[in-house]
């Protein structure tokens, strides 16, 4: 027994060993910040010491900072796009026209000076030494002295000002809802350089990716305001909101809030002066901040119970997905919808509970898919809303609607909207970069729904427990080390035995749609047909004459392998037969039964992604 479990664990050493990168590497950034916040004028003043290390082979002559607050400029190229895309995103424009004849209007192009966003790079040396740096838009190209050689730390010292421009999109000031000041994408921030080069994303309104590394970041600001924001609050009792004792410490009418986080790529505040803040702490010890603004009674409820379903949140997550790292989580009001960031995420608060929860377990749930393994969001933005979304579907279901036994497809409602969009002929391949679709409507059902799709039918190919298990062990291997959808489809073949190169190229890199039909039957043959351009394992559930059912398995023989019986409800008591495999070049297949069947349904666990379902079951 002894050597069988020793060659049990030595097996598993090398699943978890083997799908990882050779010659991995990633960057490491530390920032120490101080800011000085002028509450009337809404512009701040920034000093910045970073620590930024070369983990690469090479040297680098360049660095990159992101400024994402210059896109909020007539002129900039996200103004350009909201002029110019089909369907802009309504937050950031305003309709000149009608319901009918629409006419937009970027909200960008009519800023006045006062109400614009900058952030204006004063002063930038390294180690010591000035630099050279020019401003392209949203991005901060600075030209160095000495290049940063292989294994080297090199320490930028910046000061900078900057304007908070009207809420637009996810930064700014004044809300709709009347929170003051939502900082996100506030700082100059280290762009990301890895095996695939410098990320040079020009700031259109979607999405991010930056080196992980620790923060340490100090605010100043009118003693009145209280401050919602990523990682831990280092001085609670000098501030207002945290603590019912404090006496809060002031220099010259300001406040100083000094947070600390670590392994995080990304930190974002909110504030107001009438902000509260409560917060609870999950079974497994994570400490769940909310930070909102109680305009009623129905608000400060919601808001309530919201917080308790959170704790609750974090520790489901943990027990599926992989534990949450780090000993804080924000969620502080504020932006325009919601948005993840490091440890904290701001949405909007003044919602029904049904909304308000199930914004809080999106943003939450990217604390997975996005912070956690910080993936490219904007090359694999799939990889990041799918997943994120199939997450909070698990939970909300588990948690709010308090579903004992999720259905065999609990993503069901994104495979419908997935379909609209495969019929609709303004589908795109998932593999486009997220800034580049040719409509909103089609980024956000590729990103959000057919990435919920993905996930829900590997689980259709490998098994609904390979598919926990994946994630587990992905968690295991790839935490906070930047992984590919690659690494993921590696991890998927180690647990299941099953080779998925075909089905991430074709459903990631295309368009191409999946359609079977059940052509006929007799009394003891069934005629199945592959009507589409790409290929799927078959589950086929045979009602017989005498009341017996059987489920027949048709494995891909590009698979390599097959799937195991799963622990669905409806399978249960179903004898089931694992056939010969099924070549994609073979475009029917005949599954031949000794009794006489007289009902035959394709997937009744609904998770193989048929645009038409209404030929998947036959009735004698």
Known sequence: MRKLLLLSFCLFNMATTSAQRAGFWQQ?????????????TYQYQGKMTLDYTNNSNQALPKVYFHLYFNAFQPGSMMDYRLSHIADPDPRMTTNLGTKEQPRYQSRIATLTPEQIGYQQVETLTVNGQPTQFKVDGTLLEVVLPQAINPGQTATFTMEWSAQVPEQIRRSGRNSKEGVALSMTQWYPKMA????????LDEYVAREFIAPFGDFDVTIHIDKDYVIGASGKLQNPSAVKGYD???KVKTKKGKASWNFKAQNIHD?????????????AKSNSGVTVYTVFLPTNKEVKANWNTALSLSTEFFDYCS???GDYPWPTYSIVQGGDGG?????????TGGRNIKSLVGVIF????HSWYQHLFGINETVDEWFDEGFTSYIEELAFQSLFEKKGALASNPVINAYRSYYKLALSGKEEPMSLLADY??????YSNEAYNKGQVLAGQLGYIIGKENLAKTFLQFYDIWKFKHPTPNDFKRVAEEVSGINLKWYFNLFVNTTRTIDYAVESISDQEILLANKSNFAMPIDLLVEYEDGSKELFYIPLREMRGEKPSENLDLYQGVTRTVLEDWFWTKPTYTVKTTKKPVKVQIDPSLRLADIESANNTYTR
């Open 28 to 40: 490491k950034v530390h920032y120490k910040m101080d800011i000085d916040v002028d509450d009337q």
């Open 192 to 199: 990301h350089f890895d095996e695939f080069g410098w990320h």
């Open 244 to 246: 019912k004792m404090a």
């Open 267 to 279: 930190f974002a505040w909110a504030a107001d002066p009438e902000f509260v803040v409560d917060s």
């Open 319 to 321: 027990a599926h997905f």
């Open 339 to 347: 948005m993840e960031y490091g440890t904290a995420t701001l949405v």
């Open 362 to 365: 999106h943003e939450a749930a």
């Open 437 to 442: 679709y040719n409509t909103n409507y089609a």
